[in-house]
């Protein structure tokens, strides 16, 4: 099973500042690397596939870079709906296995 | 617009069986590959089954295997999820996710249903 490794754990960053959360596999994931964003009491919402693609609907300031074991995804100015935790999740090779999640606060 | 809704969640004894049930709308249900997801309180994801459009293919994560059962019904656009033995750490809200089309990321979550094993 490949693991997911997100860093930091909880990131402090202040409105309209740049975001950047990190994603390590613990072997080649290829770009099959998948981010999402979950807010307190909702389901989670796909950000980025590819690695580097954004889902329908997720505005430009979310960008997601990376292959192989390390990705970041990066939030240009931040936005007061963008705290919140996000996950990575690989899937390149069964199962597909999540990161445990960069939680996302006002500074 | 694509929809999925979970319900069957509740309050169930360790030993005991719960149905899960997510209903689909919005989409062509009967090709695409549907999963469970859940997500123990305050803790993060974690991927639970797999069913291809046609339900013969199905995959279990380890902690779940022998214990419960994944099944769908496309006629009804309907995903279940049958859990017997129900153990403590089965506590956990349990999403219905779509992987996106010959993709295996989860382009589409349901709000999740609630599962509390506790006596």
């Known amino acids: 099973e490949i693991v997911m490794t997100q860093s930091p754990a909880t990131l402090s960053v202040s409105p309209g500042e740049r975001a950047t959360l990190s994603c390590r596999a613990s072997?080649?994931?290829?770009?099959?690397l998948a981010w999402y964003q979950q807010k307190p009491g909702q389901a989670p919402r796909l950000l980025i596939y590819g690695a580097s693609t954004r889902a329908t609907g997720i505005p430009a300031r979310f960008s997601g870079s990376g292959s192989g074991t390390e990705f970041t995804l990066t939030i240009s100015s931040l936005q007061s709906e963008d705290f919140a935790v996000y996950y990575c999740?690989?899937?390149?090779?069964?199962?597909?296995?999540f990161g445990q999640g960069t939680k996302l606060e006002i500074k | 617009e694509v929809q999925l809704v979970e319900s069957g969640g509740g309050l169930v004894q360790p030993g005991g069986s719960l149905r899960l049930s997510c209903a689909a709308s919005g989409f062509t249900f009967s090709i695409y590959k549907m999963n469970w997801v859940r997500q123990a309180p305050g803790k993060g994801l974690e991927w639970v089954s797999y069913?291809?459009?046609?339900?013969?293919?199905?995959y279990y994560a380890d902690s779940v295997k022998g214990r419960f059962t994944i099944s769908r019904d496309n006629a009804k656009n309907s995903l279940f999820l049958q859990m017997n033995s129900l153990r403590d750490e089965d506590t956990a809200v349990y999403y219905c996710?779509?992987?996106?089309?010959?993709?295996?990321?989860?382009?589409?979550w349901g709000q999740g249903t609630l599962v509390t094993v506790s006596s």
């Open positions: 999740q690989q899937y390149n090779n069964w199962p597909y296995t």
């Open positions: 072997q080649s994931v290829s770009s099959s």
């Open positions: 996710a779509r992987f996106a089309g010959d993709y295996y990321y989860f382009d589409y």
């Open positions: 069913i291809s459009s046609g339900g013969t293919g199905i």
